[in-house]
T-cell receptor, first 112, second 107 residues
Framework: DAGVIQSPRHEVTEMGQEVTLRCKPISGHNSLFWYRQTMMRGLELLIYFNNNVPIDDSGMPEDRFSAKMPNASFSTLKIQPSEPRDSAVYFC??????????FGQGTRLTVV | QKEVEQNSGPLSVPEGAIASLNCTYSDRGSQSFFWYRQYSGKSPELIMFIYSNGDKEDGRFTAQLNKASQYVSLLIRDSQPSDSATYLCAVNHDMRFGAGTRLTVKP
């Protein structure tokens, strides 16, 4: 298996623009997680899905953030409108129930 | 809010020493515990998981779990400069992480 695949690896955008991050989980995994990592706040859990259903989105910082998982092999995290303080590395991870999570390579987002 | 706490460090140990990393958690019903290592600029990768009270050993790494006291620790024996990284603790299926402890092993 190719592992968790995230795209793009790097994204530079202007403040106010819409940003969409993409994630393909490992085949057969039924849980998917979105994280944001910054030096100040560490690795924050934004939202996670079980069987494509959002279970806990309490970590989503604002209404500007939204996440979807239309099927078992694809998820998106959207920021609209983006702000400079959204600059961070965003990780996607997937797992089976009660096993370890596997991380993608991350998307480094810079909002200027 | 379920919390996972780690001492952010930095922790510095000499090469060959034992590094001890600690993690506490607030949810008394927690069942599964994971230790990840993250090198600068890389993704977190699993070192060990532990489900039962007591010790679990894997090479130079030992995870220790004490559910009564709600803590899990990671010991690294014979620390090497290549162990220098940030170590992250995660709890349960919802994979909430602590802030991580930055470890530096000095030659």
């Amino acid at each position: 298996d190719a592992g968790v695949i995230q795209s793009p690896r790097h994204e530079v955008t202007e403040m106010g623009q819409e940003v969409t991050l993409r994630c393909k989980p490992i085949s057969g995994h039924n849980s998917l997680f979105w994280y944001r990592q910054t030096m100040m706040r560490g690795l924050e859990l934004l939202i996670y899905f079980n069987n494509n259903v959002p279970i806990d989105d309490s970590g989503m910082p604002e209404d500007r953030f939204s996440a979807k998982m239309p099927n078992a092999s694809f998820s998106t995290l959207k920021i609209q409108p983006s702000e400079p303080r959204d600059s961070a590395v965003y990780f996607c991870a997937s797992k089976e129930w009660n096993t370890e999570a596997f991380f993608g390579q991350g998307t480094r987002l810079t909002v200027v | 809010q379920k919390e996972v706490e780690q001492n952010s460090g930095p922790l510095s140990v000499p090469e060959g020493a034992i590094a001890s990393l600690n993690c506490t958690y607030s949810d008394r019903g927690s069942q599964s515990f994971f230790w990840y290592r993250q090198y600068s600029g890389k993704s977190p990768e699993l070192i060990m998981f532990i489900y039962s009270n007591g010790d679990k050993e894997d090479g130079r790494f030992t995870a220790q779990l004490n559910k009564a006291s709600q803590y899990v620790s990671l010991l690294i024996r014979d620390s090497q400069p290549s162990d220098s990284a940030t170590y992250l603790c995660a709890v349960n299926h919802d994979m909430r992480f602590g802030a991580g402890t930055r470890l530096t092993v000095k030659p």
